[in-house]
T-cell receptor, first 109, second 118 residues
Framework: RKEVEQDPGPFNVPEGATVAFNCTYS??????FFWYRQDCRKEPKLLMS???SGNEDGRFTAQLNRASQYISLLIRDSKLSDSATYLC??????????FGRGTSLIVHP | GAVVSQHPSWVICKSGTSVKIECRSL??????MFWYRQFPKQSLMLMAT?????????EQGVEKDKFLINHASLTLSTLTVTSAHPEDSSFYIC??????????????FGPGTRLTVL
């Protein structure tokens, strides 16, 4: 089982749609969780950290479920500019980050 | 957020030559920097963890004699691909960890270096 797993997609949605991604992790001792966004041929950029209580940033909501060992990202009112690959990142006590393979999102008009 | 730069942004070289890539944290000090490699349509693969003033820790399968890492200061880490071959062609990305205590533990990525070995 991979340490961090994501559905690669692609998720193909119309503008204005709500879309959700899940990410599961295998190490129950994982401590920090993040969502990054990566555009084609660019470096990943931090989208948001994921806190135990869940957190929201505009149209983006991230949640953590430690019991089931997964994190989620919800995007409301999708924009064309949201098209990208979304990477789930999990770190443990040593802070060595582990990346998921990413979920591809395509928002079409 | 914190800014990380990489230089060069792209490089084309002949097989057998060595290529040095620089990673700098511009507005913060980074005790830890990470080097990744990403092949097309694949995830980032961690190559090594670079700690200032000490030897880098390499991931399994990464040749330390081929990928030389130097982290001489709190703002600069370098990756040298020695005797590069076409199979080393990839997108190399560094990231820097913000000093613990100054912010939540987060890493910021450089813009990447696209290496093509002919």
């Amino acid at each position: 089982r991979k340490e961090v797993e994501q559905d690669p997609g692609p998720f193909n949605v119309p503008e204005g749609a709500t879309v959700a991604f899940n990410c599961t992790y295998s190490n129950s001792a994982s401590q920090s969780f993040f969502w990054y966004r990566q555009d084609c041929r660019k470096e990943p950029k931090l989208l948001m950290s994921v806190y135990s209580s869940g957190n929201e940033d505009g149209r983006f909501t991230a949640q953590l479920n430690r019991a089931s060992q997964y994190i989620s990202l919800l995007i409301r009112d999708s924009k064309l500019s949201d098209s990208a690959t979304y990477l789930c990142v999990v770190t443990g006590g040593s802070y060595i980050p582990t990346f998921g393979r990413g979920t591809s999102l395509i928002v079409h008009p | 957020g914190a800014v990380v730069s990489q230089h060069p942004s792209w490089v084309i070289c002949k097989s057998g030559t060595s290529v040095k890539i620089e990673c700098r944290s511009l507005d913060f000090q980074a005790t830890t920097m990470f080097w990744y490699r990403q092949f097309p349509k694949q995830s980032l693969m961690l190559m090594a963890t670079s700690n200032e003033g000490s030897k880098a820790t390499y991931e399994q399968g990464v040749e330390k004699d081929k990928f030389l890492i130097n982290h001489a200061s709190l703002t600069l880490s370098t990756l040298t691909v020695t005797s590069a071959h076409p199979e080393d062609s990839s997108f190399y990305i560094c990231s820097a960890r913000v000093l613990a205590g100054s912010e939540t533990d987060t890493q910021y990525f450089g813009p990447g270096t696209r290496l093509t070995v002919l």
